[in-house]
């Protein structure tokens, strides 16, 4: 065998590899693409494939009613296993191979922060999917994020809203060292320092923490009237653990804030009455105040195919508002009768965006123009019943007051 | 930061309870590894194999403990299947077992982690028990149940085993196997088949210790990757084989992790704890209680 | 052998060639795309190789000298904004003295020892950037990279460009290791090392340089990380499947000549991005896991020991 030879072997793979690239068929009237990519496996799985339902929900509605300026729409979707290093290039691939007509950004910030660059570069219309703050370095003005939040502070304010009706003036604060906590706690800390709190106990855990005991115990020691907390699922269900187990005195009004996966069915389901009087941020809960035209019936199917395959039963987090991310462009698409990217981000900028999550405005930096992050807190929750979760008055919201349906109650107190 | 005589007994208790959960789970690789020179890097897939198991049984209305022994058995089995393979396609073809052996494993730990993913989704799963979510109180003191549960699981595991390896013919034979196995041929038993029996045990050891670790918090498919780390660091730590010696590695580990959690803030917990498996190295290779 | 027209060096010119002439001409973005990250797979595991399938010492912080390439690079474009060349040539430095530093454990440390050593140097090196703000820290840094270098049309072109030239220097270093005294006495001593040290080789001299070579290539191969993603976060840059591709990459090719990692590497990088994009979801990580286990089972020397068998049979029976 020569050297030459060798090396022969190696370019045929490489070529190989690119002939597979190469070949894309080329229809007329095809379908109109919608590439994505979204967390299936790692990290962000569970909350990744439960998006994914509704979005082919709303593919399945949409052509149902005939399509997009008559022609059918294909959803083109690739596994980013949650990670930020496979994005680039799946993108690519949807852009230059699969040649989308329009794109939807994978669940979660750090996945998408790679993309912004292409999309500014390109000049692309980038539908934003339950990012954070992913366009603020990058000011691409064709992006628009489907999460009811905009600047840090607009997660936090709420929460800390409800901190003043118990004359709070000390708060704790418990964070994951990760990217999403660590922007929302800068957001928070400013609003408790404008408050005139003071910061009593602060810790940042890193995301492999086992046991939150230690920390529940500092935090009990340091007596704080608010405890704020940001957790990624599994450590939520940790800390919620923990604090039905040690307890965090009776300094405590008001504990919670930013957790995630207190959203998530099997998570709410297995904790059970452990989450009574914990107040956490919320984007759709099924209370009166956020009933909104479709989204009922929307719920109602999607629990259905959830249910198939073996992801959230509810659906009260990511869901509705994928759906609202096709709404969104197929209203967009509709009314300018266009699939140019400009025309259709101008559309989305100036006009109000009809949703089973409401009614949208965006502010220039695409991000919501009026954040609506709610606070729900955990009442009369009964163990091992995921369907109590579908009455009203489970998760009371109680900021802002606009949705408001109950008071907020103090920590002892909601428990009893 | 606070700082108080009290907390600082508070971070070395915790400690010493998180650290008998390190050991707990460490102890299947401290047999595997430690005693056979088995290089299971799919220890912590086993492990997170058995949390899933253990929550197939508790939807069953199963009471997690009761399903980790239960699940004991069957493992063991695993166990002695995965060795025996493991014996045909390395050991018994001789030289350069150790990375091959190494990338078995670690194709071993992938496919697990893929067949749970399919079975079960990735979410989160945990389980419910009358002891979960409940604590002990001493005074102004309150102590998890489950960790209570860990530290104890931890003490009758080691002691059962040290009996075990040195009291029972076969453990002897066991640690014998380890140590000289052509001493053991001549004394006629096969020295296969006790290291066979022995990865079972590991393994078995391992169910009980996976229905540990699903009391203690939630699992998820990927979990293995976060304990590959820890599992190795304590059993390097303890001197291979050392059963005692992995509880104490795991106190170490533990409450240097709650120590330095406490004082330095949590995130740096995870560098102290490798750190300290690199100063141990480069000292003291053999492990702290090595033999 | 080494003169410039060996058979090899024509070969590793040509494919020079090739990389320029694919990124200047009309090929598709996405094959950049998959390109680079298959050709930064064949550097890591040729470097793997060195230590790994030469002196048999198993590297599993592969992902750690990843990592540190990327974040040096980071470190130098956040502070002084240097140029993509300088970030890569520093990272060699900084990652090449790691693999000095590992390298020094190599003399307490042997077999799977050595391997636990190296994945601490994982973890240790992931928290420090976590604890490190300038860098990013544990949110990551966001970076806006500069416009491509003439003559290339795009950054990603570039890229890919450089990292094939950067994989053909790593496969001429790995191979120049293998057939030099280096290789021979790296192989003496990765059968027993006493009898090696005994007979006058240099063990730990040698054990030393590849320790540093080794790392300094993966360090490279991090290097570009941050520009190919203007983005840089820990979690994903020291992830343990840089460590575990690298190694699995070198097994599956073979790990006794020098073009197994590569063959290896090709197959396994590109197999990955083919399923990521088609069959999609859990599929990646069993492409890697099934390999693993077959070829490490059914064929123990990797492709190249199935090619030398399949061939072996029939030059016997060619012979009178």
Partial sequence: ????????????????????????????????????????????????????????????????????????????????????????????????????????????????????????????????????????????????????????????????????????????????????????????????????????????????????????????????????????????????????????????????????????????????????????????????????????????????????????????????????????????????????????????????????????????????????????????????????FRQPGKQVIVEPAAYKTGDVLPFDKARK | MIFSFQLLFEAILFGILLGCFYAAVSIGLSVAFGLLDVPHVAHPAVLILGAYCTYLLGSYGWDPIVAGLALMPLFFLFGIALYRFYYETFEKRGTDAGVRGLAFFFGIAFII??????????????????????????????????????????????????????????????????????????????????????????????????????????????????????????????????????????????????????????????????????????????????? | MRRLASPFGIGAAATVVLAGVLALGGANEYFFFAGYVVLQFVVLATAWNILGGYAGYVNFGTAAFFGIGAYTSVLLFKSLGAPLLVQMAAAAVVTGLLGFGTGLLTLRLRGIFYSIATVAVIFIAETLMINWRYVGGATGLQLLRPAPMLPFETYTRMLFFIMAVVAVLAVAIARYIEISWIGRGLRALRDTEEAAECSGVPTLRLKLLACTISGALMGVAGAPLPMYLSFLEPASSFSLNYSVVALAGAIIGGTAHWLGPVLGAILLASMQQIVTVTISSEMNVLVVGVMLVVFVVAAPDGILGLIRKLRRPRAAAGKP
């Avoid at chain 1, 339902?53 to 593919?59: G, H």
């Fill in chain 1, 1 to 388: 065998m020569t050297g030459i030879k060798r090396r022969g072997v190696l370019v045929a793979g490489v070529l190989a590899l690119a002939i597979g690239a190469f070949a894309s068929p080329a229809l007329a009237q095809q379908p109109i693409k919608i590439g994505h990519s979204m967390a299936l496996t790692g990290a962000l799985g569970g909350g990744g494939k439960a998006a994914l339902i509704a979005l082919q929900l709303w593919v399945e509605d949409v052509n149902a009613k005939g399509g997009l300026l008559g022609r059918k729409v294909e959803l083109v979707t690739y596994d980013d296993q949650s990670n930020p290093a496979t994005t680039p290039g799946i993108y690519t691939k949807l852009l230059d191979v699969d040649k989308v007509d329009l794109l939807i950004a994978p669940y979660a910030t750090v996945p998408t922060a790679p993309l912004m660059p292409l999309v500014k570069q390109r000049g692309l219309l980038l539908m934003g999917n339950y990012s954070f703050q992913v366009n603020s370095r990058v000011q691409h003005d064709m992006w628009f994020n489907n999460a009811p939040w905009n600047v840090a502070a607009s997660w936090s304010d709420n929460f800390f809203k409800a901190g003043k009706k118990f004359n709070a003036k000390t708060v704790a604060f418990l964070v994951a060292d990760q990217e999403f906590a660590q922007n929302l706690a800068r957001g928070a800390k400013s609003i408790a320092a404008t408050q005139g709190l003071k910061t009593v106990y602060e810790q940042n855990y890193p995301p492999t923490t086992v046991d939150f005991s230690s920390m529940i115990r500092a935090i009990r020691s340091a007596k704080p009237d608010i405890v704020y907390v940001m957790s990624y699922p599994n450590d939520s269900v940790a800390i919620v653990r923990s604090v039905n187990e040690i307890g965090v005195g009776p300094s405590v009004k008001l504990i919670g804030g930013g957790m995630v996966g207190l959203q998530f069915a099997p998570v709410m389901e297995s904790l059970g009455s452990m989450l009574n009087g914990w107040v956490n941020y919320h984007t759709y809960v099924p209370e009166k105040s956020m009933e909104f035209p479709g989204v009922k019936n929307f719920l109602a199917r999607y629990a259905k195919k959830a249910v198939e395959a073996k992801v959230d039963p509810l659906g009260y987090y990511l869901p509705p508002y994928n759906y609202a991310i096709g709404q969104m462009l197929e209203q967009a698409v509709t009314a300018t009768k266009s699939l140019d990217h400009k025309v259709l981000a101008k559309y989305i900028r100036e006009n109000e965006m009809k949703t089973i999550v409401g009614g949208i405005r965006y502010g220039k930096d695409g991000e919501w123009a009026d954040a609506r992050v709610v606070m729900v807190q955990f009442r009369g929750v009964v163990d091992k019943n995921v369907e109590q």
């Fill in chain 2, 113 to 291: 982690e893929v067949g749970l993913i399919l079975a079960f989704g990735v979410d989160q799963r945990l389980v419910e028990a009358e002891y979960i979510g409940k604590s002990l109180s001493f005074g102004e003191m309150r102590i998890p149940l489950r960790m209570l549960l860990a530290f104890a699981i931890a003490l009758v595991l080691t002691a059962a085993l040290t009996l075990y390896l040195s009291k029972t013919f076969t453990g002897r034979a066991i640690k014998a196997v380890a140590q000289d196995e052509a001493a053991l041929r001549l004394m006629g038993a096969d020295p296969v088949r006790i290291k066979q029996w022995a990865f079972g045990i590991a393994t078995g050891v391992t169910a009980l210790t996976g229905a540990l670790l699903i009391i203690i918090g939630p699992v998820e498919p990927m979990l293995d990757r976060v304990y590959i780390g820890r599992t190795f660091c304590v059993v390097v730590l303890a001197g291979l084989g050392s059963m005692t010696g992995t509880l104490a590695a795991g106190l170490i580990l533990g409450i240097s992790e709650s120590i330095v959690l406490m004082h330095f803030g949590a995130s740096w917990a995870p560098a102290v704890a490798f750190g300290l498996l690199l100063v141990v190295l480069g000292i003291r290779p053999q492990g702290l209680f090595g033999r």
